[in-house]
């Protein structure tokens, strides 16, 4: 009974399984694939000039506009790098002639719309987007942006502000490190597409320069406007023929792009970056353009490479060596200037060496031998089968159209793009990767933690190291006048007559200070003992006991080492310069500065002095009304983290040492908040302090 | 004053429009083993995109195996005992000899400090011979080969707290092939090349927790804030738990969550409804019922003290708070939705216009109303970064003064319709892809029971009053049962400069 019932059962399902037979993926058969529609823009050209691109969509009550303007951060000027961007951001947040953008944020808003200004390498946008029952208000604010930018102050303040930490976090995340640094190689650092943006280009950046720049490139027959979504085209055209009727700046035509210019510079480079467990690396090459004649087979080669879980560099490095997460190569061609090639990812510190050995022979593989026919088959049945999605949304199509009008390529580049595909064969591909992907062109650039590296980088080549350094601001020099440089003269000798006297203070051949500094808590709440020496203009040594063991550094003027109880090391650039400005800012010296020509005295203020070197050093000196005697140096220092921060030692309990007055009470400030006080044991001159002792070693 | 009270009114009608309309749309049915499918329809393009969406996420990591969830979820590639494999039946046996291996390997090394370790070595050099005969039957990667080649795009998946996702698009007319991986995937899923992908993983975990400062930060403000709710854990898990996941693991994990009644799948464009029930009752028909998966039960205790914790970093400041809030099922949820907009939501949130704008000493600043997840009581969270020459304290302080103000004085009225508006725009625009529709309506299904909550949540934010407003922020902004998570520069080893 019991096992008729279980029969019965088996029997059941069995038929239902029979019934409804799971073919496998193979033999699956397709319907043939659906019809695409492709809608074709409504184009014109308003009176005065401005072409326009009008899809309408009424799917959903909204509506989106977006001008595409003949500009780009290739036209910023080298001493004003990131000005492009700048101005961008500042046409919208700065507002317009009537509205502060403030009350264009709050206005915007209050319908959920909103207008937006960016800036790519070779074009800029202002964008508008809202429900379709704000159409009108939206595009009044829009056209207000486009036409009549305020470029408030206080919002160039906030965007040089913003750029400005911009610069101070950009090594924090290593993933963007390698990308950037590979660009700088592959199109050369002083050129436009490949520079980036410091400190003083920003400080070089004022309203003026803004304004010019919209001036030069803002004008509407240097622009496409497009416009998509839930209207009538031909109540739009009219719509945008009364908007911009008023507008009618004229401008010379903008000229051609500059020209990628920079010659091949292959090699093993290395940014060492101590605070991550994996390499992060970007190997690369310059490419093409999409019109190549080659640029299908391009793609299909880099694809069988590199591109998605198909990819033989994913099925190698990552499944089959589980070396890595991310790895993808990519064949990134642009629009009118050559893109790059390039192979991207992280691995474990250890596998760093290994892992660019394999994709090494993943590269030579796919020159020296023909890919199969199946990669063949599969990589352009993935592009073909998928081609469809360039058509899911009615807005590609439009955006397209714009675009292929822009970089003047033809109307149906796409469809031509679709031929060449299907038309790629294994011969083309093997020819094409021999042809481009150069192996004696990579750049092999790695961001990472060396002393993890299982294998010595020099391994797959010499190694060249990149320094992510963030060079500081330029310090403000007001050159002034004779005048002004009189009376700072006049400051420092009434000062050195306060200290003791100018011969007393020609006379220092050598000093010697001891102290003990009591570091806020914001700043380590620790107690340091220093003793510092110093011969000359150059001979600089300090020793430190700190809480975690002793510190001492040498410095000749040029080079020196730095000694910690991890061992001892060259010294690094910062501190070499920390290590100069010590000695330059020593009270005795900096106040005979006006007797050394390459020094600039100048006074900035009432009872305040400037001295400059030529070789970059600058220290404020403020001056007690009273007495004549320094109250405080003020100077830049790379700060915590390299990000520059102002310092500001302030000077008290003035004593006598030998015929010269000396404080022996300091404060230290650092961005304007109380990092430490300094109290000053022993302050000695011409001990007759030799080099070899200072030079020497603990 | 008509006007102003038709603007007022629109945005309300317009959702209310959206809704009536999109039900039309919208077909859902449940298959017999507890399965349930959502199937848009959207024809304008011979397109469709799929989001599976199961009820199982990092909460429910095995006390120890923390990140197995996610560890899953990339099994879930690996393909069947047709996908994937030269010969299923050679595969199977160098599989299960590579278990049998490891379960010596782990006998032994369960020793302690009494393990052989010479012992250890042959044994691991065992299973890396056994693991390699096994790889040497695998197709690589054939079940991402066979969507790609087929036009797929954007296939991925994703682990959070709270859930798993899978996802992609094909041109419809290939939609049987989905029908088919999908239900295969989850049918009879093959863990192979397990040992390698688990390398894989640590490497992912490398990528977005040990390398980014930002990530470090996230992982020890969970940790932190919470004690004894597994929202403690992040879903990558700890590094040596993934180095010792086993397959056998894994598997039980999928046997004990993977069940039907956790399983909601959305389906949205090209698509017909009639031919979606009957394929789904083909496919997926054959995924037994399974029995009803245990939940997370440990409740978070209530926390009695402000907590810091400090991440050295050489990177530049980042500041983390978070305060204890109920989940997303608290009749409170929608009104902190509503105090998170008006904080941070655009350039007219209060944190913006204050800390970015104004004072400029951050470059970014915002808050979160729900972090790791929703499901359980979790964090409202605010993310700072300080401006250059600006302090973690300055910024904590801004922070402490603002929600300070939060509750003390009502939000203006402007400001509060502002935010419901923005709320009703952002629904309408969400609604204009395939994919996004799929997750959308899949996650509202699974985590309210009825996707039109999408939709009706604007009237629970509608309700929402100045007086709720300030009332949430008093009730879950205390002091008291916050975590500060922040960076600071470790001790450098610079002496001149530094101190004088």
Redesign the interface.
Do not use: C, H, W
């Given at each position: 009974m019991k096992r008729t019932l279980i029969a019965a059962i088996l029997l059941g399902s069995l038929a239902f399984g029979q019934g409804?037979k799971?073919?496998?993926?193979k033999e699956?058969k397709?319907?043939?694939?659906?019809?695409?529609?492709i809608p074709e823009p409504v184009q014109a050209t308003l009176s005065n000039g401005m072409r326009v691109f009008l899809l309408e969509n009424h799917?959903?009550?909204?509506i989106s506009g977006s001008v595409m303007v003949r500009t780009g951060n290739l036209f910023d000027p080298a001493d004003k790098k990131g000005l492009s961007s700048i101005m961008a951001e500042v046409m919208r947040s700065g507002g317009t002639k009537a509205k502060s953008g403030?009350q264009l944020?709050?206005e915007l808003?209050?319908?959920?719309a909103s207008v937006e200004s960016g800036m790519d390498e070779t074009s800029a946008s202002v964008s508008f987007s809202a429900?379709k029952?704000s159409t009108d208000t939206a595009l009044a604010i829009f056209k207000e942006v486009l036409t009549n930018p305020e470029f408030r102050q206080d919002k160039i303040?906030?965007s040089i502000?913003?750029a400005?930490?911009?610069i101070?976090?950009r090594?924090?995340?290593?993933?963007g490190i390698a990308d950037r640094e590979l660009q700088r190689i592959l199109y050369g650092p002083n050129t436009p597409y490949g520079w980036q943006v410091e400190y003083t280009d920003l400080a070089n950046i004022h309203r003026e320069d803004l304004q010019a720049f919209y001036r030069r490139y803002y004008f509407p027959k240097n622009m496409m406007l497009e416009v998509y979504g839930d209207f009538n085209a031909a109540e739009m055209k009219d719509k945008l023929e009364k908007l911009f009727a008023d507008w009618k700046v004229e401008q010379p035509a903008v000229p051609a792009f500059p020209k990628v210019t920079a010659p091949a510079a292959p090699g093993v480079y290395l940014a060492e970056k101590?605070?991550?467990?994996?390499t992060?690396f970007s190997i690369g090459e310059l490419g093409g353009v999409r019109s190549d004649p080659d640029y299908a087979s391009l793609e299909v080669a880099a694809n069988i490479l590199g591109e998605?879980?198909?990819s033989r560099l994913?099925?190698e490095v990552?499944?089959?060596?589980?070396?890595?997460?991310?790895i993808a190569a990519v064949w990134s061609a642009q629009w009118d200037h050559p893109g790059t090639f390039r192979i991207v990812g992280?691995?474990?510190s250890m596998t760093t060496i290994e892992t660019i050995q394999a994709i090494q022979t993943e590269l030579q593989k796919i020159r020296m031998e023909p890919v199969t026919d199946k990669e063949l088959?599969?990589?352009k049945?993935?592009a073909?089968?998928?081609?469809?999605?360039n058509?899911?949304?009615?807005a590609q199509t439009l955006s397209r159209a714009v675009r292929y009008e822009y970089y003047g390529y033809p109307k149906d580049f796409v469809f031509t793009y679709q031929k060449a595909l299907g038309a790629v064969t294994k011969a083309d591909v093997l020819r094409v990767a021999q042809a481009r992907f150069k192996p004696e062109n990579l750049a092999i650039v790695t961001v990472g933690n060396p002393k993890d590296f299982g294998k010595q980088l020099s391994t797959v080549g010499k190694v060249m190291p990149i320094d992510l350094t963030i060079p500081e601001p330029k310090q403000e020099i007001a050159a002034g006048d004779a005048a002004s440089q009189d009376r700072g003269k006049a400051l420092l000798a009434r000062a050195a007559q306060a200290m003791g006297g100018t011969d007393k203070l020609a006379a220092v051949k050598d000093w010697t200070r001891s102290?003990s500094?009591v570091?806020e808590p914001?700043a380590?709440g620790i107690t340091?003992k220093?003793t510092t020496r110093i011969i000359g203009a150059d001979q600089?040594r300090?020793d430190?006991e700190l809480p975690?063991g002793k510190?001492?550094?040498y410095s000749d003027g040029k080079t020196g080492w730095?000694a910690?109880p991890?061992g001892t090391m060259a010294m690094p650039a910062?501190?070499l310069k920390?290590?100069r400005?010590?000695t330059f800012r020593g009270l005795a010296s900096v106040l005979l500065s006006s007797r050394d020509t390459s020094r600039t005295v100048n006074a900035v203020g009432q009872n305040t002095v400037q001295v400059s070197t030529t070789d970059g050093l600058s220290v404020k000196i403020d001056f007690d009304a009273a007495t004549g005697l320094p109250a405080s140096e003020s100077y830049q220092?790379a700060g915590?983290?390299g990000?520059p921060?102002?310092?500001m030692?302030t000077f008290s309990d003035w004593r006598d040492s030998g015929g010269i007055k000396v404080p022996f009470k300091?404060v230290?400030q650092q961005?304007g908040?109380k990092a430490?006080e300094?109290t000053v044991a022993t302050f000695q001159f011409n001990t007759g302090l030799k080099t070899e002792d200072l030079a020497k070693k603990p | 004053m008509r006007v102003r009270f038709l603007l007022f009114l629109l945005p309300a009608l317009l959702a209310a429009q959206s809704l009536k309309d999109f039900e039309k749309k919208v077909t859902k049915f449940t298959l017999a083993n507890g399965l349930t499918f959502l199937v848009i329809e959207r024809h304008d393009a011979p397109i469709v995109s799929f989001h599976t969406y199961v009820d199982v996420g990092s909460v429910d990591d095995p006390t120890g195996r923390t990140g197995l969830a996610h560890m899953f979820e990339h099994m879930a590639f690996k393909g069947t005992p047709t996908i994937g494999t030269k010969d299923w039946a050679a595969e199977k046996k160098a599989l299960d000899k590579v278990e049998e291996i490891y379960d010596m390997l782990e006998a032994e090394e369960n020793k302690g400090f009494r393990a052989d370790k010479k012992k250890v070595d042959s044994i691991k050099a065992d299973l890396n011979g056994a693991i390699e005969k096994a790889e040497s039957f695998v197709v690589v990667n054939e079940f991402d080969q066979v969507v790609e080649s087929n036009g797929g795009v954007g296939m991925n998946a994703d682990t959070s707290e709270d859930h798993t996702e899978f996802f992609y698009s094909l041109p419809s007319n290939r939609i049987e092939l989905w029908w088919l991986l999908e239900s295969e995937r989850f049918l009879n899923p093959v863990f192979r090349e397990f040992y390698k992908e688990r390398d894989v993983v640590r490497e992912e975990r490398r990528m977005r927790t040990e390398s980014s400062p930002v990530g470090k930060l996230v992982e020890v403000m969970l940790s932190t804030a919470f004690e004894a709710h597994p929202y403690k854990n992040a879903p990558i898990g700890w590094a040596s738990d993934i180095e010792s996941f086993r397959r056998t693991e894994a598997e039980a994990f999928y046997k004990k969550y993977y069940v039907p009644s956790n399983i909601t799948i959305a389906i949205a464009g090209d698509v017909n409804p009639a031919d979606a029930k009957k394929m789904a009752e083909k496919y997926f028909g054959r995924i037994p019922k399974g029995p009803e998966s245990p939940r997370v039960r440990t409740v978070e205790p209530v926390q009695v003290g402000e907590k810091r914790a400090g991440v050295a970093s050489p990177a530049q400041p980042f500041l983390l708070i978070g305060y204890k809030r109920p989940d997303q099922y608290s009749a409170d949820d929608a009104a902190l939705d509503v105090l998170n907009d008006i904080l941070s939501d655009g350039r007219t949130g209060i944190i913006y216009k204050e800390m970015i704008r104004d004072s400029k000493i951050a470059v970014g600043a915002e808050s979160i109303p729900g972090f790791p997840g929703g499901k359980y009581p979790s964090l409202f969270l605010f993310f700072v970064a300080p401006s250059q020459g600006h302090s973690i304290e300055e910024n904590e302080k801004a922070i402490d003064a603002i929600i300070e103000r939060m509750k003390t004085q009502a939000v203006d009225a402007e400001s509060l319709q502002r935010v419901k508006t923005k709320l009703r725009a952002s629904l309408i625009r969400k609604l204009d892809s395939n994919s996004g529709l799929a997750s959308e309506l899949a996650t509202y299904e699974a985590n309210y029971g009825d996707w039109r909550k999408l939709f009706t949540e604007l009237d629970d934010y509608n309700k929402v009053t100045a007086d709720d407003v300030m009332r949430v922020a008093k009730a879950y902004l205390t002091k008291d049962t916050r975590t500060v998570a922040y960076t600071y520069a470790p001790a450098k080893a610079s002496a001149a400069g530094d101190a004088k």
């Open positions: 409804t799971i073919p496998t993926y699956l397709y319907p043939p694939m659906g019809q695409v529609k799917e959903l009550p909204l403030d944020d709050v808003e209050n319908i959920a429900l029952e303040d906030l502000t913003q400005r930490s911009g101070a976090r090594n924090d995340e290593p993933d101590p605070d991550v467990t994996q992060f998605g879980f198909t994913v099925k990552r499944t089959k060596l589980g070396y890595a997460y991310n992280s691995t474990k088959q599969d990589a049945d993935a073909l089968n998928g081609f469809v999605f058509f899911a949304s009615p102290l500094m570091m914001s380590g340091v220093e600089f300090q430190q975690f510190m001492a550094v730095l910690t991890q910062e501190i920390q290590a400005g010590e220092e915590q983290n990000a921060s102002e310092v030692e300091v230290l961005d908040k430490g300094a | -």
